[in-house]
């Protein structure tokens, strides 16, 4: 019994060292190639990182030269061509002063309601001078027949006393004829002084309208020179 026992532990202990070799040979295999697929895959890392860099570089380098400089020397070129084939437009030659001011509808309008205010207010002047000529010719008449009137009455006044030869009758006469001469000038004065009157208001309305006339032509002038340019 003890023999076996000695040759049973002695394969024991082959056994253990054939086990050990063999665990350590596949320990060894598999450090061996747990590093080399390491290594391996390391490499693959690097390889795939220079291709990506070199792939990036290169495609952003390609970009550059002929992407964006393409681009840009080809915008270049195009915004080039296209400025110098635009024409500046031409500003067109103004018109003369007369024949702007035929054919402008806000001066035209303007200058036909001065006018037609103009004729209105005179032609109103006139029937007022036309009334007032016409009263003073029949007023003077009137005196005249007055004057001629009691100049007999007052005759047969001094014959029915017998005094038409007398001094008296001719003083009466004289004095009577000074004042019918006083009243036809205060009448005449008055008649000029109304005539002067419309006159002035005449002027007046004349000057005015010439002012308003001569600013709507300004205005028109402004209108003309804003159009085409004139400085």
């Known amino acids: 019994m003890p023999a076996d026992t000695g040759g049973s ?20 295999r598999v450090a061996s ?14 390889r795939a990182r220079s291709s990506s860099r070199s ?11 002929y992407s964006s400089g393409g681009g840009g020397g080809s915008s270049r070129r195009s915004s080039g061509g296209g400025g110098g084939s635009v024409s500046v437009p031409k500003v067109p030659k103004a018109p003369s002063v ?5 054919g402008d509808s806000v001066y035209q309008t303007g200058a036909s309601g001065l006018k037609r205010s103009l004729s209105d207010y005179l032609s109103e002047l006139g029937r007022r001078r036309g009334e ?6 029949q007023t003077t008449k009137s005196m005249e027949r007055d004057r001629v009137r009691q100049l007999e009455d007052l005759e ?21 004829q000074e004042q019918f001469n006083t009243q036809m000038t205060a009448l005449k004065q008055q008649q000029a002084a109304l005539l002067a009157d419309l006159l002035g ?8 309208n010439d002012l308003n006339a001569q600013q709507l032509r300004q205005e028109a002038l402004a ?6 340019g004139i400085g």
């Open 9 to 28: 532990s002695g394969t024991r202990t082959t056994v253990k060292r054939s086990v050990g070799s063999s665990l350590g040979k596949v320990a060894a």
């Open 33 to 46: 190639g747990s590093s080399g697929r390491s290594t391996s895959a390391g490499g693959g890392r690097r």
């Open 55 to 65: 792939s990036s570089g290169g495609g952003g380098g390609s970009t550059r030269r």
């Open 98 to 102: 007369a024949s702007y001011l035929a």
């Open 132 to 137: 007032a000529t016409t009263q003073f010719n």
């Open 156 to 176: 047969n006044e001094f014959a029915s006393r017998g005094l038409i030869q007398s001094g008296l009758y001719g003083q009466e006469q004289g004095r009577f």
């Open 201 to 208: 208001q005449q002027k007046n309305y004349q000057r005015e």
């Open 223 to 228: 209108r003309r020179a804003a159009r085409y």
